[in-house]
């Protein structure tokens, strides 16, 4: 069974860093693209940051480029997401999701990020 | 960046009523996802490549559309069918969401 488990979030000041986890279990990590994606409270979906199974693609929303840093370690079947000079803008639940065939065919249960002094 | 404009933002269905969930892209896309959302729950993919069923969803979904307008069709509204659905594109980076359709029982 696939699993997509995150973790890392919480409270953190405007200016911050925070850095998430995402831990994949039940597929061969290695061969897939990933992703995060984020949801502001009663929003909608925001795609943030995509990685590819080796790592030699990443691409990055504008509103998190140059402060978020996309990452993976396959040997650890880990994806990670560096946020730095965090903003109140920035709060919102992070999922990361697996890049399929059929689209984002597999999503974590999602982690809170509140960005509040 | 391409941007999609779903319509209606909100619907309100009957059991048994036909409903048609539209998403028109700001330029022309190759294919179109759909995801299905309810309260508390992470998104499930709904369509892919415009007009295949994910697993498990119900044949009384359809997808159709090409180039700039795009739809998600229930044949027959059912209680469960209730969520939040969002179109999504990848035919250009950066991938991109419409804003949602929340389709309400009435």
Known sequence: ?117 | EIVLTQSPTTIAASPGEKVTITCRASSSVSYMYWYQQKPGASPKPWIYDTSKLASGVPNRFSGSGSGTSYSLTINTMETEDAATYYCQQWSSTPPTFGGGTKLELK
């Open chain 1, 1 to 117: 069974e696939v699993q997509l488990v995150e973790s890392g979030g919480g409270l953190v000041q405007p200016g911050r860093s925070l850095k998430l986890s995402c831990l994949a279990s039940g597929f061969t990590f290695s061969n897939y693209g990933m992703n995060w994606i984020r949801q502001a409270p009663g929003k909608g979906l925001e795609w943030v940051a995509s990685i590819s199974s080796s790592s030699s693609y990443i691409y990055y929303a504008d509103t998190v480029k140059g402060r978020f840093t996309i990452s993976r370690d396959n040997a650890k079947n880990t994806l990670y997401l560096q946020m730095t000079s965090l903003r109140s803008e920035d709060t919102a639940l992070y999922y990361c999701a697996r890049q399929g065939v059929v689209g984002f065919d597999y999503w974590g249960q999602g982690v809170m990020v509140t960005v509040s002094s």
